[in-house]
């Protein structure tokens, strides 16, 4: 795993379009920080993660820290075939550049794989694309609200060509453990485990998780690069990138048994 810490997305001004004004907003609400437990310091990082937009073009600096590891892995791209999951905010213009997007929404009324208007309806974790689709799947702030997040993640990585990579976000606290407020018994039962908690506006899609530091052990296997925007200033400012093995980087088959190495569906 490489990390990078000192990227400063904003060095030339705002990433998307050269701003040079930010906005800050409190965004964190007292209900939310006290449910989740954040200290003084991690609320005014998550303020400022959500909170300052560019003043000319509202993107928010998690997005734009996004918006650096995309141009950071694909500067020249234009033929990429990219899965924009659950539309991450003013992110759709830019990953257009790159080539042809599919963009997903999740609607549990809808069918999986129903046309939204352009979006398709999709459940992460069973993705109705086919194997071997998509170069780069872009997601943010959608694995705390899954229950099987290591399915998700698998999921898309199906969907990868071998060699393609998902960038993602979650919101993340370094100094604790991983808590999970939710939990989805074998009978389809959902349990409360703590008070409910909502990231957006109550009725949204309640908080499963809650990450902490162990979350990039279970995932060290598959992240090949962490991008942050300033790690001492704000260690909530980062980016993950995953990349799916080439055939050739898996682990070897023993020839006595497969005459080919096997592509895992
Ligand atoms: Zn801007």
């Known amino acids: 795993m490489k990390r990078r810490p000192f990227c400063r997305i904003d060095r ?25 437990g954040l200290s003084a310091r991690e609320r005014a990082e998550f303020d400022e993660r959500e909170g300052q937009a560019c003043a000319a073009c ?37 990953l257009r550049t790159l080539g042809q997007v599919t963009e997903t929404c999740y609607r549990p009324e809808l069918a999986l794989g129903a046309k939204a208007g352009e979006l398709v309806n999709e459940d992460i974790c069973q993705l109705s694309f086919g194997s071997h689709s998509f170069d780069l799947a872009i997601h943010s702030e959608t694995l705390e609200h899954v229950f099987d997040f290591n399915q998700a993640l698998r999921e898309v990585e199906r969907v990868l060509r071998p060699g393609g990579v998902q960038v993602y976000t979650v919101p993340l606290l370094h100094g604790r453990a991983t808590r999970q407020r939710m939990e989805r018994e074998a009978d389809g039962r959902v349990l409360q485990l703590l008070a409910r908690s909502f990231h957006g506006s109550e009725g949204e899609f309640p908080v ?52 080919q190495p096997k592509e895992r569906e």
């Open 208 to 259: 499963v998780w809650e990450f902490g530091h162990d979350f990039f052990a279970q995932r060290s296997t598959h992240i090949v690069e962490l991008h942050y925007d300033l790690y001492w200033r704000n260690r909530t400012v980062f980016s993950v990138v995953e990349r799916k093995k080439a055939v050739a980087d898996r682990e070897p088959v023993d020839s006595r048994v497969f005459s």
């Open 58 to 94: 509202q993107m928010s600096k998690r997005v734009r820290m996004l918006l650096w590891s995309i141009r950071k892995l694909f500067p020249s791209a234009s033929s990429l075939r990219v899965l924009h999951c659950n539309q991450v905010n003013g992110l759709s213009p830019w």
């Open 12 to 36: 030339d001004g705002c990433i998307a379009c050269g701003g040079r004004v930010f906005e800050r907003r409190s965004v964190i609400s007292d209900a939310l920080a006290s449910a989740w």
